[in-house]
């Protein structure tokens, strides 16, 4: 069964500075995909970036970035110029395709310092 | 606007009790899922269902149970056999489960039931 592992329960930026969260996994597939989720204190989960694994090019959306390194299965998160706004649980989340359903990893939690 | 609608937002339950979460969706999307949130646990799949009148178990579906009698509906029922039900709930729907469409979630604002 494919596992998602993120390894950095807690994480904390300064505002307007960079940050990245890790994220690896595990698999023996060719084609999937990748997303990145965001957890306010709402608890709505919002989508903030996916990846094509056939896509060698790295997803940006705005300030957030990926840093996907296929032979290594890592699919790793960046946000730059950090914002109070930020400051959220990050959920790494793969996709196998098919009649399967995503597999989460526990979550990062991120904490903007003014 | 579209989205999906879970109620109730806080739930209290006397122990031996059963519940349903309700999961409604007006995104017209073929499959929906129920997720359970623990701290320091992720996002863990409790059922999953691709089309009406058909769901699947998901990794820790022991003690719940579920129902897909309309596209629009997917309501979990957290029966007194769940011995630790004291968590949140999220629901999610996607639009293309089987496709090449990334199977995006979308999800509801969830449900926080307590077990008193």
């Known amino acids: 069964a494919q596992t998602v592992t993120q390894s950095q329960p807690e994480m904390s930026v300064q505002e307007a500075e960079t940050v990245t969260l890790s994220c690896t996994y595990d698999?023996?597939?060719?084609?999937?995909?990748l997303f990145w989720y965001k957890q306010p204190p709402s608890r709505q989960m919002i989508l903030v970036i996916r990846?094509?694994?056939?896509?060698?090019q790295n997803a940006t959306e705005n300030r957030f970035s990926v840093n996907f390194q296929k032979a290594a299965k890592s699919f790793s998160l960046k946000i730059s110029d950090s914002q109070l706004g930020d400051a959220a649980m990050y959920f790494c989340a793969y996709f196998k395709g098919g009649n399967t359903p995503l597999v989460f990893g526990k979550g990062t939690r991120l904490s903007v310092i003014a | 606007d579209g989205g999906i609608t879970q109620s109730p937002k806080y739930l209290f339950r006397k122990e031996g009790q059963n519940v349903t979460l309700s999961c409604e969706q007006n995104?017209?999307?073929?499959?929906m899922y129920w997720y359970r949130q623990d701290p320091g646990q992720g996002l863990r799949l409790i059922y999953y269902s691709q089309i009406v009148n058909d769901f699947q178990k998901g990794d820790i579906a022991e003690g719940y149970s579920v129902s897909r009698e309309k596209k629009e509906s997917f309501p979990l029922t957290v029966t007194s056999a769940q011995k630790n039900p004291t968590a949140f709930y999220l629901c999610?729907?996607?639009?293309?489960?089987?496709?090449?469409?990334?199977?995006?979630?979308?999800f509801g604002a969830g449900s926080r039931l307590t077990v008193l």
């Open positions: 995104l017209n999307h073929d499959a």
């Open positions: 999610a729907s996607s639009i293309n489960f089987r496709g090449s469409g990334a199977n995006v979630l979308t």
């Open positions: 698999t023996s597939e060719s084609d999937y995909y």
């Open positions: 990846q094509e694994a056939y896509k060698q």
